[in-house]
């Protein structure tokens, strides 16, 4: 039976901020009454460049129709009436979600049942290592406590194996507790970025605060009882196999500073691609007489408060510092290379509606069918970023990747028709995708029309005590300079040495920054080596990096499973395996956006190859992740 509910008059008026899609197929669900699904009310499917149309393109009269509906079953819902009804069977469920979201493949509804999350529906490991292997010694070490780490942890004690964190920092949270610069948050929506297994109906917005991120990671690994797994300011600095025992041997420098050497059975890398701050070549930096710092290691103790502070970079987290810096800065300036496409998201930068508040906390589950809409249009953005050979643009790559940028540059052009000098410096040359879309509710454009705003886009020559000169001879006088330069991506594991059989260094075996990883997880030479957010499982336009995690999750499960089952101590991916999946990857990067375009991207390496992103369609990471073949694998 449902609790805190309105009267009347107030239900009706939360109903005007509800997503219809979403809520009809709740209620169905919820009553078990498909006949909810009224063909007056199904939404329409075609997709714009904008996104799919709001409230599924139902007219006025339709919705108001729907509210009237859902109204009425809301009601029927708070008595209780079904309450006791049993699980609806697969068949109603996809029957529900295709109203919602138009015609999908099988694969895609394996895919949407696990994010729905309800316990029914979903796949947990289905053995237990107490049962298979009880007397085997099984330990795995996960390094890093971020999303990533707290999703396989998750994963390892459902299935009984033993485990260890390694978190370098003081509490949970990964990237998220490294970036605390200001105006850090998610600019995905919180109904992607968590975990399909802990859905949280009581978000505060849509697309959430560092903090609000933050205390839903560190409250999830205590919900599952992972805290007592973790080992806080403890950092790996190297890993050796050892290839008599089957083990890792593990150098750790402790808290105190002090080394410590751990023995485990299997290593898995969270650590992310998102960890070593990028710091741009500038020559004389070393002269500034002010401070410096990265938003990456942002320094709480200095005041902006009035000051002279240059900004260099309009990524992703200099995108959301330099709004909050404006605020209080006396001059700020900021310092550009290439302007990022932006997106529009009503609602970036507000609060959820009290009435969307209220159905998500209340109507049962609706958060989560609000989640599977929310992913199904992710995936299908992936549209926007496919490259066609006939396609003849100077700029855009397919027809629809030109809808996209025409969307865009008339909502650049609108926000910016009062200032044609800003909004030449801010036309990108490029493809929309081809690096990371910005998103914005019109608070950026309003920040670089500030009278303590200046943007510069002249290329920086070097440093002055004082300041930076640009190209024209400009000398900037600065008192801060922030670094929003993003970070070495394309270096995974640089930072941690790892050797593994036959002395084979990771290092080498990657050239530097040519990671290569089957399925971004396992890697050859390496035994019972596991990567989380490793090589080419980044995303950009095609739903959500937590799905592709905790599909990672369960392959590198599934894996210890075969492992134990084989009585062997090893196992490593086949060389001809990967090779074999690399060539998909490569030929597909070239289908995509941001594998074709010849922009700089933090998605490439040094030699333009792309080693971060996905870039294929979603449901085939799925489905080359549900299950482990035995084939793939030596057993040593």
Same mark, same amino acid.
Request: with cysteine.
């Given at each position: 039976m449902m609790s805190n509910f309105?009267?009347?008059?107030? !239900?009706r008026e939360i109903l005007k901020e509800a997503h219809l899609p979403s809520l009809l197929g709740t209620l169905a669900h919820a009553t078990h009454d498909l006949t909810l699904l009224r063909e007056e009310f199904r939404p329409n499917y075609i997709e714009t460049a904008a996104g799919f149309q709001p409230q599924g393109g139902l007219s006025a009269s339709a919705q108001e129709k729907a509210r009237d509906m859902a109204f009425d079953s809301i009601k029927e819902l708070r008595k209780g009436v079904y309450d006791a009804k049993p699980p609806l069977g697969r068949a109603q469920v996809r029957q529900i979600m295709a109203y919602m979201v138009g015609p999908f493949s099988d694969d895609h509804f394996t #895919? #949407?049942?696990?994010e729905l999350g309800l316990p029914e529906y979903t796949e947990a490991p289905q053995w237990h290592k107490s049962n298979l292997a009880p007397d085997t010694d099984f330990t795995v070490a996960i390094i890093g406590a971020g999303l990533a780490g707290v999703g396989a942890a998750y994963r390892l004690k459902q299935a009984g194996i033993p485990f260890v964190i390694l978190e370098r920092h003081q509490e949970v949270g990964g990237v998220w507790s490294e970036n605390n610069y200001p105006g850090c948050h998610l600019d995905t929506s919180n109904f992607n970025y968590s975990y399909s297994f802990n859905q949280n109906p009581h978000w505060k917005e849509e697309y959430a605060s560092r903090a609000a991120v933050l205390e839903y990671l560190q409250g999830s690994a205590e919900k599952f009882g992972l805290l007592e797994h973790i080992r806080y300011s403890t950092e790996v600095v190297a890993g050796d196999y050892n290839e008599s025992d089957?083990?890792?041997?593990?150098?750790?420098?402790?808290?105190?500073?002090?080394?410590?050497?751990l023995r485990v059975q299997a290593l898995i890398s969270a650590v992310g691609q998102l960890n070593r701050p990028n710091y741009p070549v500038i020559e004389n930096i070393d002269v500034f007489a002010g401070h410096a710092w990265h938003t990456a290691r942002w320094n709480h103790e200095v005041d902006l408060t009035g000051k002279r502070v240059g900004v260099i970079g309009t990524g992703a987290s200099g995108f959301q510092a330099i709004q909050k810096i404006a605020q209080v800065a006396g001059e700020l300036t900021v310092f550009q290379r290439s302007p990022p496409w932006v997106r529009s998201t009503p609602g970036y930068n507000s609060l959820l509606k009290e009435g969307s508040r209220w159905l998500f906390a209340n109507v049962p589950n609706y958060h989560r069918w609000f989640r599977v809409y929310r992913m199904w249009a992710g995936m299908c953005r992936r549209a926007y970023t496919e490259v066609d050979p006939a396609w003849k643009h100077p700029v855009s790559m397919s027809q629809k990747n030109e809808e996209l940028r025409q969307l865009m540059m008339t909502q650049l052009e609108r926000s910016l028709a009062d200032r044609p000098d800003l909004l030449k410096k801010m036309t990108p040359d490029y493809p929309p995708f081809a690096k990371r879309c910005a998103s914005d509710d019109g608070k950026w454009f309003e920040t670089l029309k500030k009278p303590n705003v200046k943007l510069v886009s002249e290329k920086i020559i070097k440093a002055h005590e004082g300041g930076i000169e640009t190209a024209d001879g400009e000398l900037h006088e600065l008192d801060i300079i922030v670094f929003g330069t993003g970070f070495k991506a394309a270096d995974f594991l640089s930072t941690l040495p790892l050797t593994g059989r036959g002395g084979v260094k990771l290092k080498d075996q990657w050239h530097g920054d040519d990671a290569r990883a089957y399925y971004g997880i396992t890697v050859p030479n390496f035994p019972n080596l596991f990567c989380l957010?490793?090589?080419?499982?980044?995303?950009?336009?095609? $739903?959500?990096?937590?799905?592709? %995690?905790? $599909?990672? $999750? &369960?392959?590198?499960?599934?894996?210890? /499973? !075969?492992?134990?089952? %084989?009585?062997? /101590?090893? &196992?490593?991916? /086949?060389?001809?395996? #990967?090779?074999r999946f690399n060539e998909r990857i490569d030929a597909a990067s070239g289908s995509v956006v941001y594998g074709a375009a010849t922009v700089n991207s933090w998605y490439k390496n040094a030699s333009g190859r792309l080693t971060q992103n996905w870039p294929l369609p979603t449901v085939e990471y799925w489905n080359g992740t549900r299950e482990v073949n035995k084939d793939d694998y030596l057993f040593l």
């Open positions: 309105p009267d009347d008059t107030k !239900l #895919l #949407l049942l696990n089957g083990s890792w041997n593990l150098t750790l420098r402790k808290p105190d500073g002090s080394s410590e050497q957010y490793g090589p080419n499982t980044n995303i950009n336009g095609n $739903a959500s990096l937590v799905l592709l %995690s905790e $599909a990672g $999750a &369960m392959y590198i499960v599934e894996c210890i /499973r !075969l492992l134990l089952e %084989s009585k062997k /101590r090893g &196992m490593e991916v /086949r060389q001809e395996v #990967l090779d």
